[in-house]
């Protein structure tokens, strides 16, 4: 059946978005109000830093996110920079998606700073958007935090909606609504959307939504490939993935039983870095970042021990292994032989690990990103961090 026949059906529902506006920079301002109306660039101090977030003064002369910090300082030499202080992101989120909770009926918690929930079916008692300002007004309040949102008839719409209408801004686009908002705009709005292809679509004539929304769709699938069906069904306004129910259990784990009960330490030691390097390497892979850490160890005699902590959100290597490390230190209090060591990560969020790397350097970004790259190409055990420097398996 020729894809421009298809009927796609599905129910009409009330989503919102909610994006906390510049989310780093107003926490840094929250802190300290001198920083307002100040060029502000969140990031690694250093010439060869990396701009992790910037307000929008900074981006007036053009500075982005994940730009060198060399060159942010050449755009803006009058900038202010300020090294990122993850735990207090992390803990003024952990405080606005209590806040959601305890209000909204569906929540997704996207990544640290941006939300989306389902609230289908509160017209016949209140009024979605009505809720909507009030919640959003109560968040700013309660917080002391801007925030964005957008409230349309599925999450790719009402994304695309928050981001035209900030700053503290809000908006609505109802299903009669949705094509005259999306027709005119680039197609770079689209969530997902990388540069390659916008590169290539740009090269063959498609640059806004309307134009991509009128090409044949199987022409669009073989220009792009798999991905092509769901970017054409987005430019159309059509997105059938539901919100997510967000809960803080989400977990990713792995427990080693030894076949003899041991008290070899540094082994041990070897051992649980080896075990955060893969869970680890799964977050970022599947981007993830986790801000609790749990260690678990068992003696030979089944006494358990369980240590854990909350961390700012992260999900580099370098990080974990000293908390893991810490943990495991705490635990083992007995001079006794261990069974079992198993580590968990919990408090899960959607997130990129570049976020959290504000004292780091592009070559560390770098670093870790070949890491992956030769992981997944050659396998897990192709590298390893050893007594913390990285060795390759021959």
């Not at 101090?45 to 900074?58: F, I, M, P, Q």
């Not at 970017?231 to 427990?255: C, F």
Request: with cysteine; hydrophobic share 40%.
């Amino acid at each position: 059946m020729s894809l421009l026949k298809t009927t796609w059906n599905f129910m009409v529902r009330s989503i919102v978005h909610m994006d906390l506006d510049t989310f780093f920079v107003s926490c840094e301002r929250l802190v300290n109000p001198h920083l307002n109306g100040l060029p502000l660039i969140i990031g690694g101090s250093s010439d060869r830093g990396v701009v992790s977030s910037c307000s929008y003064e900074a981006r007036k002369f053009g500075v982005r996110s994940a730009m060198p910090m060399k060159f942010a300082l050449r755009l803006c030499p009058q900038a202010k920079v300020i090294r990122g202080d993850m735990e207090l992101y992390s803990n003024k989120s952990h405080e606005i998606t209590d806040i959601i909770k305890e209000y909204a009926p569906v929540v997704e918690k996207a990544s640290i700073d941006e939300f989306y929930l389902d609230i289908s079916g509160m017209d016949k008692f209140f009024g979605c958007y009505k809720w909507t300002v009030e919640l959003s007004s109560r968040i700013m309040k309660e917080s002391g935090l801007p925030i964005s949102f957008a409230l349309s008839v599925n999450k790719t719409v009402s994304k695309i909606g928050t981001g035209e209408a900030k700053p503290i801004g809000k908006s609505e686009i109802s299903q009669q609504m949705v094509k005259p908002f999306l027709n005119p705009l680039s197609i770079q709005k689209i969530p997902m959307l990388g540069d390659v292809t916008f590169q290539l679509l740009s090269r063959v004539g498609v640059r806004t939504i309307q134009t991509l929304s009128e090409m044949p769709a199987e022409v669009l699938q073989r220009l792009i490939g798999k991905n092509g069906i769901d970017l054409w069904k987005k430019a159309n306004g059509i997105d059938e993935v539901l919100v997510q129910p967000y809960s803080e259990r989400k977990s990713i784990s792995t427990e080693q039983t030894f076949e003899k009960d041991t008290i070899d330490i540094p082994m041990l030691k070897s051992l649980i870095i080896r075990m955060v390097e893969k869970l680890a390497h799964q977050l970022r892979s599947e981007s993830w970042l986790t801000s609790v850490v749990v260690v678990k160890i068992r003696y030979n005699n089944f006494d358990t021990e369980t240590k854990q902590c909350r961390i700012p959100y992260t999900s580099c290597d370098h990080i974990l292994i000293e908390k893991v490390k810490d943990l495991f230190d705490k635990s083992y209090n007995r001079r006794m032989r261990l069974r079992l060591v198993g580590i968990r990560f919990s408090g899960l969020v959607r997130g990129a690990y570049q976020t959290n790397l504000f004292d780091d350097t592009t070559e560390k970004m770098a670093l870790y990103q070949s890491i992956d790259s030769i992981k997944n190409r050659f396998g897990f055990d192709a590298i390893s961090l050893c007594g913390g420097s990285m060795v390759g398996r021959s």
